[in-house]
């Protein structure tokens, strides 16, 4: 997709009156939105949004690799810097998920959980046709923090959400044709091609809704703020997993979830008999 064919003015509109409005960029190609986020963010910005055609070094959690194919996906990062504690700021990642997942509904008309799933808290996952959960989104946040004082928390300076989500892929290389999936591939009739306006229009609504709601909850637990949780993720509780370390350590484990902490944190109850807290590291299906 050129940048003379996004259609900057029909997400303008549809996205007037929240935080985002006026604030959006596209560009054909760049080596990552979040890059572009982060460096307006360290020039003063506290506001914005960057959509690009294409990205040639995506990268997910971990420092893996995201595949970001010409005019395949929605390449968005938003920046964001609500007045909140970095404890609240942790509702970040799984607000997120749920806004992509409601606009992912809402434009292509797969149901949550059944058919769209967070792995909580930031994989979207789609079931195809033939039964199989596969990747379809993902999200990855940078913050940064201003430090405590004596008479105030560490609070959120600002924060970059990257969102992928595949769109228009038929095909993906080998190694990753067997995990992953795109919204076009699973409909029951794949012949038309997405757009990525409707969809990123969608999320930049539903995440301002979501900022909204932790600014005016910052004095409760963060998973008081969205009840019923499990009705968008399937992933919450009495799911079998494994948790692998993160980036090649050692370690790992499997077990059951076990619900949420206060702060939205997943729990898993180990088969060796300890509650863990999943604060990093990748979760898959045992």
């Keep these: ?39 307006a963010a360290q020039s003063g910005a506290r506001h914005g949004v960057w959509i690009a055609g294409e990205q040639t070094a995506g990268r997910g ?25 970095m404890q609240s700021a942790l509702s970040l990642s799984f607000t997120t998920a749920i806004a992509v997942q ?24 789609l079931t195809g046709k033939d039964g199989t959960a596969r990747k379809c989104g993902g999200i990855l946040i940078d913050a940064a923090s201003n430090p405590a004082t004596s008479t105030q928390p560490a609070m959120l300076r600002h924060a970059v959400i990257g969102i992928g989500v595949n769109l228009n892929h038929l095909v993906f290389p080998p190694e990753l044709d067997p995990i992953v999936t795109s919204l076009r591939r699973e409909l ?16 930049l609504v539903a995440l301002d809704e979501g900022i909204l709601r932790i600014t005016t909850n910052t004095q409760q ?38 619900g949420l902490d206060p ?10 008999g300890q509650l863990h807290t999943v604060l990093s590291g990748g979760l898959r299906e045992a």
Aim: glycine letters at 10%; one cysteine or more.
């Design 1 to 39: 997709m050129s940048s003379d064919s996004f259609d900057l003015r029909a997400v303008e509109q549809a996205i007037a009156g929240t935080e985002f409005a006026g604030q959006l960029h596209h560009v054909a190609s760049t080596a990552s939105t979040n890059d572009l986020a982060l460096q």
């Design 61 to 85: 959690r971990g420092n893996h690799a995201w595949h970001s194919s010409p005019g395949d996906g929605l390449y968005m990062s938003v920046l964001t810097a609500p007045f909140i504690s």
């Design 102 to 125: 409601s606009a992912i509904s809402s434009i292509a008309g797969f149901r949550r959980p059944n058919e769209i799933d967070i792995r909580w808290p930031n994989d979207l996952l």
């Design 188 to 203: 029951p009739n794949p012949s038309q091609p997405f757009r990525c306006e409707p969809l990123a229009a969608a999320i």
């Design 221 to 258: 637990p963060t998973t008081n703020n969205l009840p019923g949780l499990s009705l968008y993720s399937s992933w919450i509780s009495g799911k079998r997993v494994r948790v692998d370390a993160r980036d090649g350590d050692p370690g790992g484990y499997t077990g059951v979830t076990a």
């Design 263 to 272: 702060h939205g944190f997943l729990r898993v109850l180990g088969d060796d």
